[in-house]
Antibody, heavy 120, light 107 residues
Framework: QVTLRESGPALVKPTQTLTLTCTFS??????????VSWLRQPPGKALEWLAL???????YYTTSLKTRLTISKDTSKNQVVLTMTNMDPVDTATYFC????????????WGQGTLVTVSS | EIVLTQSPATLSLSPGERATLSCRTS??????LAWYQQKPGRAPRLLIY???TRATGIPARFSGSGSGTDFTLTISSLEPEDFAVYYC?????????FGQGTRLEIK
């Protein structure tokens, strides 16, 4: 079955770089059409899509955070990594990774999420 | 960027009642809209995609309709487990965007 799991630090300091890893199983990012996205949700607020990487290593980013985000994949480890630079307290959120299909872009499987707090 | 506006922000109903949730988009998106359900402390769950197609395992009491800029999620008869927050999402335009959510609470 398809599973995704996010991992990374629970606490980062302002200005630091956040690195999150999504480890998945039940599908392969070598398969045509397959994509993994990162999304986040500040406490009590709405979902925000951040980035997407597809099987062909094409990458898409949300406009407002494009300069701070980098998404990459390691297909041998079934992992997708998101880095976000210059973290700020407003970046405090639960970060999710999710699977989708290229051209579809609906998120059918999600990780449980990981809460990242930005504080000095 | 396409903006999605959901209404109402909060909907208070009783089990057994019918729920109607709205999502309006700032540009026409044909039928390329999804609905998600999210319970506290949990990841969202895909309910409806392409405006009206139920995802795998979603009960028939959930239905979606609409096209262009106006979309509706209907829950025909509320079960206790349906009280949650619901989000709409558009996908034809980058960046992918979500609505701000409708909280469905027990009256």
């Amino acid at each position: 079955q398809v599973t995704l799991r996010e991992s990374g630090p629970a606490l980062v300091k302002p200005t630091q770089t956040l690195t999150l890893t999504c480890t998945f199983s039940g599908f392969s990012l070598n398969t045509g059409g397959m994509c993994v996205s990162w999304l986040r949700q500040p406490p009590g607020k709405a979902l925000e899509w951040l980035a997407l990487i597809n099987w062909d290593d094409d990458k898409y980013y949300t406009t407002s955070l494009k300069t701070r985000l980098t998404i990459s994949k390691d297909t041998s480890k079934n992992q997708v990594v998101l880095t976000m630079t210059n973290m700020d307290p407003v970046d405090t959120a639960t970060y999710f990774c999710a699977r989708t299909f290229y051209g579809d872009f609906y998120f059918d499987y999600w990780g449980q999420g990981t809460l990242v707090t930005v504080s000095s | 960027e396409i903006v999605l506006t959901q209404s109402p922000a909060t909907l208070s109903l009783s089990p057994g009642e019918r729920a109607t949730l709205s999502c309006r988009t700032s540009q026409s998106i044909s039928n390329l809209l999804a609905w998600y359900q999210q319970k506290p402390g949990r990841a969202p769950r895909l309910l409806i995609y392409d405006a009206s197609t139920r995802a795998t395992g979603i009960p028939a009491r959930f239905s979606g309709s609409g096209s262009g800029t106006d979309f509706t999620l209907t829950i025909s008869s509320l079960e206790p487990e349906d009280f949650a927050v619901y989000y709409c999402q558009q996908r034809p335009d980058w960046p992918i965007t979500f609505g701000q959510g409708t909280r469905l609470e027990i009256k």
